[in-house]
């Protein structure tokens, strides 16, 4: 399983960035897969998930309305579509994902076991 994140960098605040997260060892079209950040001094927190084999989506209610998760099935890729952004949604971005998890609200509540490298995402004027 290999996860490749980008699409990161710098962004006054309501601006908006699209972070792709390039997926490699498997296909998605059974487990769930999220964007999870972490900013200093801060624990990880999810921030969108996915269940491919339903399209089910799941979101803490900080991004709800902002941020949006999507799949291109041709390229094995996601995406997080992030709008309106805030000076607090400055953080080092991560794609992940279980394979043996299906549920996007559990991958979103769990700690998932295969992550990619970090995007880093600032906002700030």
């Known amino acids: 399983v290999q996860l490749q994140a980008s699409g990161g960098g710098l962004v006054q605040p309501g601006g908006s960035l699209r972070l792709s997260c390039a997926a490699s060892g498997f296909t998605l079209n059974r487990p769930a897969i999220g964007w999870f950040r972490q900013a200093p001094g801060k624990e990880r927190e999810a921030v969108s998930c996915l269940s491919t084999n339903n399209d089910i989506t799941s979101y803490p209610d900080f991004v709800k309305g902002r941020f949006t998760i999507s799949r291109d099935k041709t390229k094995n890729t996601i995406y997080l579509q992030m709008d309106n952004l805030r000076p607090e949604d400055t953080a080092v971005y991560y794609c992940?994902?279980?394979?043996?998890?299906?549920?996007?609200?559990?991958?979103?509540?769990?700690?998932?076991?295969?992550w990619g490298q970090g995007t880093q995402v600032t906002v700030s004027s």
């Open positions: 992940a994902t279980d394979l043996g998890q299906l549920s996007s609200y559990a991958l979103c509540h769990s700690y998932p076991t295969d």
